[in-house]
Antibody
Framework: EVQLLESGGDLVQPGGSLRLSCAAS????????MNWVRQAPGKGLEWVSA????????YYADSVKGRFTISRDTSKNTLYLQMNSLRAEDTAIYYC??????????????WGRGTLVTVSS | DIQMTQSPSTLSAAVGDRVTITCRAS??????LAWYQQKPGKAPKVLIY???SLESGVPSRFSGSGSGTEFTLTISSLQPDDFATFYC?????????FGQGTKVEIK
């Protein structure tokens, strides 16, 4: 059974940093691109970042480019999102989602339950 | 970047109604489109991929159609469990852009 479990969400001050993790199980981790998608309170889904199965290729939304870094550790079956220079508008539930392909162009067949990031002073 | 626009934003319908939601892409995405259902407090769940393919385990009352820039999601007979928010997503490019969502409410 595929499982994705996010962690690391917290209350952080503007300008601060946070690292999210997503522990994956139930599938061959390197066979799937992985993604971060966020949802601000009461709002829709926003794609944030993607990483290919090999970990070599990464992609970012313009809203986070230069501030967020996606990475993965195949030995730990874990996806990460390093978030720096956080802003109030980054407040959201962050979901990790598994792509159906190794390149970051598939649809998302499994999602975690999400972790809440709140940026506020 | 490819923009996705859904309509309507909110839809009121009764159990048994036929419901159609539209999604438009700002440029051609061929058939690289998925539809997701999200219930309050839950993660999204995929219903349709490649515009018209039904994900395993999804009831057959859900169907998708379209290609290029215009797509539709149809629920043939709305059931109580279907009241939720629906999102389209393009995966033609590396940024998997979502539509803004359509909330299906009880009439």
């Amino acid at each position: 059974e595929v499982q994705l479990l996010e962690s690391g969400g917290d209350l952080v001050q503007p300008g601060g940093s946070l690292r999210l993790s997503c522990a994956a199980s139930g599938f061959t981790f390197s066979d799937s691109a992985m993604n971060w998608v966020r949802q601000a309170p009461g709002k829709g889904l926003e794609w944030v970042s993607a990483i290919g199965g090999s970990g070599v290729t990464t992609y970012y939304a313009d809203s986070v480019k230069g501030r967020f870094t996606i990475s993965r550790d195949t030995s730990k079956n874990t996806l990460y999102l390093q978030m720096n220079s956080l802003r109030a508008e980054d407040t959201a539930i962050y979901y990790c989602a598994k792509s159906t392909t190794a390149v970051a162009k598939g649809y998302y067949d499994y999602w975690g339950r999400g972790t809440l990031v709140t940026v506020s002073s | 970047d490819i923009q996705m626009t859904q309509s309507p934003s909110t839809l009121s319908a009764a159990v048994g109604d036929r419901v159609t939601i539209t999604c438009r892409a700002s440029q051609s995405i061929n058939s690289w489109l998925a539809w997701y259902q999200q219930k309050p407090g839950k993660a999204p769940k995929v219903l349709i991929y490649k515009a018209s393919s039904l994900e395993s385990g999804v009831p057959s009352r859900f169907s998708g159609s379209g290609s290029g820039t215009e797509f539709t999601l149809t629920i043939s007979s709305l059931q109580p469990d279907d009241f939720a928010t629906f999102y389209c997503q393009q995966y033609s490019s590396y940024s998997g852009t979502f539509g803004q969502g359509t909330k299906v409410e009880i009439k």
